[in-house]
């Protein structure tokens, strides 16, 4: 079983929807990442968060560490948010030392 | 600044022979990190550096690779001899803590 674990792992939604995207997770941690990779192969750090929540633009980040869960949520969807979203979790003391879940890869029709 | 630079962004090479990827971090950022990924395993880590220092080297593969950080500025991974296996997208990154900056990628493909 994977230390990290997303779900879905493939996601298809209407322009508009409200999209949600799990992680779960199984080692202790110091902090969580969500990253996004868009087709071109481009990574970007959307957040990086350790408790509670985290807002930007249309994108939200909870994280429960008590059930060792995160969620990424984002509110009205569009096609330019289809890529690959990426949970990791930072296990070693904010090191930076990853672990990465196998990605969610998110279509969003027009 | 210009984010961090890998290059070059694509190589084709042939088993045998030896394959050197470069990469420059953001200024001022004091960990490096080079990350591996296939379609089969995703992300992986391979190395990081803290000041140049090698921290942590678990996720080289074997000893076919070797990476060196001479100075903040400059990094290389090195495959030799490589083997078709070692195709795959290649990421360097950079941070100054915690947040993670990651280069465009070089893509290797070995014949």
């Known amino acids: 079983k994977n230390e990290v674990e997303q779900s879905p792992q493939n996601l298809t939604a209407q322009e508009g929807e409200f999209i949600t995207i799990n992680c779960s997770y199984s080692?202790?941690?110091?902090?969580l990442h969500w990253l996004q990779q868009h087709p071109g192969g481009g990574i970007v750090s959307l957040f990086m968060?350790?408790?509670g929540k985290k807002k930007h633009g249309r994108l939200i980040a909870t994280i429960n560490i008590q059930e060792k869960h995160s969620s990424l949520h984002i509110t009205a969807s569009h096609p330019r948010d289809s890529a690959v979203y990426i949970c990791?979790?930072?296990?070693?003391?904010?090191?930076?030392?990853?672990?990465f879940g196998q990605g969610t890869t998110l279509q969003v029709k027009p | 600044d210009a984010g961090v630079i890998q290059s070059p962004r694509h190589e084709v090479t042939e088993m045998g022979q030896e394959v050197t990827l470069r990469c420059k971090p953001i200024?001022?950022?004091?960990?490096l990190f080079w990350y591996r990924q296939t379609m089969m395993r995703g992300l992986e880590l391979l190395i990081y550096f803290n000041n140049n220092v090698p921290i942590d080297d678990s996720g080289m593969p074997e000893d076919r690779f070797s990476a060196k950080m001479p100075n903040a500025s400059f990094s290389t991974l090195k495959i030799q001899p490589s083997e078709p296996r070692d195709s795959a997208v290649y990421f360097c990154?950079?941070?100054?803590?915690?947040?993670?900056?990651f280069g465009p990628g070089t893509r290797l493909t070995v014949l």
């Open positions: 080692v202790g941690i110091s902090a």
């Open positions: 990791a979790v930072d296990g070693s003391g904010n090191t930076g030392k990853l672990i």
């Open positions: 968060l350790s408790s």
């Open positions: 990154a950079s941070s100054p803590l915690v947040e993670q900056f």
């Open positions: 200024s001022g950022h004091d960990y």
